[in-house]
């Protein structure tokens, strides 16, 4: 199996189950078995998906920090593998420092770190930071799998 170290938008989109504008990560910048590290700029595109009423509110964070829970899931199976659908059991502890993140200069920069987990779930910590890593969100969340037959 070739597992990159970096992707770009249209690697990133064959790993994940999200498609088209839906897909908001640019690139992966790095990870690990246990980490993720991806970058965006989607967060100033007007025709984002996740934009309302003409901004981008800070909750959207959580759909941000889900796709790269999803990418750094997707890492690990071959290349030629379907993405594995997922969905959030549970958000915790999420701290919006901002308003909105359409405001922010530069790109985003979201984090992901696994904490535990199995071939059915996984929770993972997450932060979304701008260019000078400013805290934006921070918060906990639980992935479980589809991995039905």
Do not use: K
């Not at 509110?57 to 796709?67: F, K």
């Not at 993972?124 to 400013?134: N, P, W």
């Amino acid at each position: 199996m070739n597992t990159p170290t970096t992707l770009d938008r249209a690697g990133i989109a064959a790993r994940i189950p999200h498609r088209g504008r839906m897909c908001l990560l640019d690139n992966l910048d790095g990870w690990s078995t246990d980490e993720i590290r991806c970058r965006t700029a989607s967060h100033r595109d007007l025709a984002n998906p996740l934009r309302l009423g003409g901004s981008l509110p800070a909750a959207a964070a959580v759909e941000y920090a889900a796709q790269a829970m999803a990418l750094h899931g997707g890492l690990g199976a071959p290349a030629d593998t379907p993405p594995t659908a997922g969905f959030l059991a549970s958000v915790r502890g999420v701290r919006l420092l901002v308003e909105r993140l359409d405001t922010v200069a530069g790109d985003l920069h979201v984090y992901a770190r696994r904490l535990l987990g199995d071939a059915g779930q996984a929770q993972y910590q997450f932060a979304l930071r701008d260019g000078s890593g400013a805290l934006l969100v921070e918060g906990r969340a639980t992935v479980v799998l589809d991995r039905l037959p």
